[in-house]
C-alpha cells in the first residue's frame, strides 16, 4: 500500500506532475481544463502548492514511501467560505484522484478516511460536502458507499452547464 501523507509545498513539481494526470485520465472530474493546467508556470504551480497547504486547506497525497516518488492518488479537504454562523462548520472535499493502477485497492477508502478526520480535527468540520459530476457513476458509487447522502441541490457544470453537480454530504463524527 503506498504512504499516505500531506502535502508539503515543495512537493509543486509532485503535484504538477499528478495533477495534469488527473485531467488527462478524469477531465469530467474536475472544474479545471488540462489545457489550463498546462499553461501555468512553475511560480503558479509553487503558488498552488502552497495554498493547498494553509491554514484552511489540507491536501493529502499517497507516494512510493520514498522521497521524490510520485504521486499515485490525492485528496484535499478546504473551510467551506463562508461559514454560517448558524450551522456546524463545513469542509469540501475536493480534488480527489486514485491513478487507475491503484483503483479498487482501499487506497481511497484509506484516504477519505484520512481526510474525513483531518476535517474534523485540524479544520474543526463537522460536515464534509462535495460535488460531483452526474455521469460520474464510479465517483457516485464509491461516496455513497463511504455515507455521503445526496442533499438534493445541485449546479451546472461549470465546464458543461448542461450537465449538473451534485451535491452530497457527511456527517463527521
Given amino acids: 500500500m503506498p504512504r499516505i501523507r500531506r502535502l508539503d509545498p ?3 513539481r509532485l503535484l504538477k506532475n499528478v495533477r495534469l494526470e488527473m485531467l488527462a485520465d478524469t477531465p469530467m472530474a474536475y ?3 488540462l489545457e489550463a493546467a498546462r499553461r501555468q508556470t512553475d511560480a503558479q504551480w509553487q503558488a498552488r502548492a502552497a495554498a493547498m497547504t494553509g491554514d484552511s486547506s489540507i491536501t493529502l497525497v499517497a ?5 521524490g516518488s510520485a504521486f499515485c492518488a490525492l485528496m484535499r479537504v478546504a473551510v467551506k467560505q463562508p461559514q454560517d ?3 456546524p462548520r463545513q469542509a469540501m ?3 480527489v484522484y486514485v491513478a487507475p493502477e491503484h483503483r479498487g485497492l482501499g487506497l481511497a477508502d484509506e484516504l477519505l478516511r484520512e481526510a474525513c478526520v483531518a476535517a474534523r480535527t485540524d479544520l474543526g468540520a463537522r460536515i464534509l460536502e462535495l460535488g460531483v459530476h452526474e455521469d460520474n457513476t464510479r ?4 461516496y455513497k458507499r463511504q455515507g455521503f ?3 438534493g441541490a445541485s449546479r451546472p ?3 458543461d452547464t448542461s450537465k449538473r453537480e451534485l451535491v452530497m454530504e457527511r456527517r463527521l463524527s
Avoid: C, M, N, R
Avoid at 63 to 67: K, L, S
Avoid at 139 to 142: G, K, R, T, V, W
Fill in 10 to 12: 515543495a512537493d509543486w
Fill in 31 to 33: 472544474v479545471e481544463s
Fill in 63 to 67: 507516494d512510493g514511501g520514498t522521497e
Fill in 85 to 87: 454562523t448558524h450551522k
Fill in 93 to 95: 472535499l475536493i480534488s
Fill in 139 to 142: 465517483a457516485l458509487a464509491f
Fill in 149 to 151: 447522502d445526496a442533499t
Fill in 157 to 159: 457544470y461549470p465546464q
